[in-house]
Structure formats: C-alpha cells, structure tokens
C-alpha cells in the first residue's frame, strides 16, 4: 500500500513538474492577403505571385533566394 500511495506521489509530482516546463505558445501569425492576390474575376497568377512576394522583408527574401539558389 504504501508502494503506492509513493509512486503515485512521485506521479504527481513529475506530471506538475512537466507542466511547469512547457514553454509558452505564440500565437500564429496573421495572414494578410494583398489586394492583388484576392481572388475575383480579373485574377492574375503572376499578379497576385508578386503582390506575395513584395511582402517579404527584403533581408528573408535575400536569404531564401540564396538557400533555393545553392549559397
């Protein structure tokens, strides 16, 4: 009995601990969608690819084209 009353305990005391150790979550970002790239009868593929992609920041899109390119 008291084998367990112990482990149990012990049990408890680590769940508690795990719970303390999760890290806080962030929440996901919001996903703005330029105008260009809305979708509606005049749509344009190319359009609405560079209307995505001028809202990189120019210092990730440096370090994206150098990844996909090799460097």
Do not use: C
Not at 41 to 48: P, V
Not at 55 to 66: C, F, G, L, N, Q
């Amino acid at each position: 009995m008291r084998a367990l009353v112990f482990m149990l305990v012990v049990l408890g005391l680590a769940a508690g601990f795990a719970h303390a150790q999760t890290p806080e979550r962030k929440p996901a970002t919001q996903l703005t969608i330029p105008d260009a790239a809305r979708p509606g009868s005049g749509f344009d593929i190319e359009r609405a690819t560079r209307a995505y992609l001028a809202t990189i920041p120019a210092e990730k899109r440096i370090r994206s084209d150098a990844y996909f390119e090799g460097g």
